[in-house]
């Protein structure tokens, strides 16, 4: 069976503390094999023969049920996840200038006028990169130094989406190897 990594938002964030016993016990109880859970931010490893487009709905039916809020699921396969650790929409010196970069996972690719909608928040600080289901953000100085945020990015797209660290992307990838 693929190993799948759900990556949840609105965990551990926002008031919303779970515990990630909690959120493997879960998982475990929707029928999902080989649970982990990877660092306190709302990830979640498992197999399952199911695809995503089915289980994104199901994880989030089941955890708004259990939890009592929307929590937002965007699942990718441990190969997807793979091929985002490695993706490098800038160069090597605009990454060492920025002190964070970060990945939003999306549950389509993004349409065009979404797009366009994003790159007019360009500044000297953010920068952003879409590509298929997935949008980087670049940004120079710290991320609350930013005027940018996940509210901000799905109030002008319209698509709901949940930011990681390059680096846990990277862990992930390391952790699960292809």
Known sequence: MPRLVA???????????????????????????????????GNVI???????????PRIE??????????VRTFVRSTGE????????????????AARSLNVGLLAAPMPAAGAKALMSLR?????????????WWKCVLGQADSK??????????????????VNTMRRLAAKYPV
């Open 61 to 70: 039916k089941q955890l708004r049920a259990a939890l009592g809020y929307e």
């Open 123 to 135: 500044t000297e600080m953010d920068d952003f990169h879409v590509r298929g289901r997935e949008v």
């Open 148 to 165: 940018f945020s996940n509210v901000a990015f799905e109030k002008l797209t319209g698509r709901a989406a949940t930011f990681r660290n």
């Open 46 to 56: 498992f197999t399952s023969s199911a695809k995503a487009a089915t289980l994104e």
């Open 7 to 41: 990556f949840l938002r609105a965990i551990n964030v926002g008031g919303h503390v779970v515990k990630m016993t909690q959120l493997k016990a879960l998982f475990e109880a929707m029928a999902l094999d080989d649970v982990e859970t990877f660092i306190a931010s």
């Open 81 to 96: 996840v793979a091929e985002i650790a490695a993706y490098e929409p800038w160069s090597a010196a605009d990454v060492a």
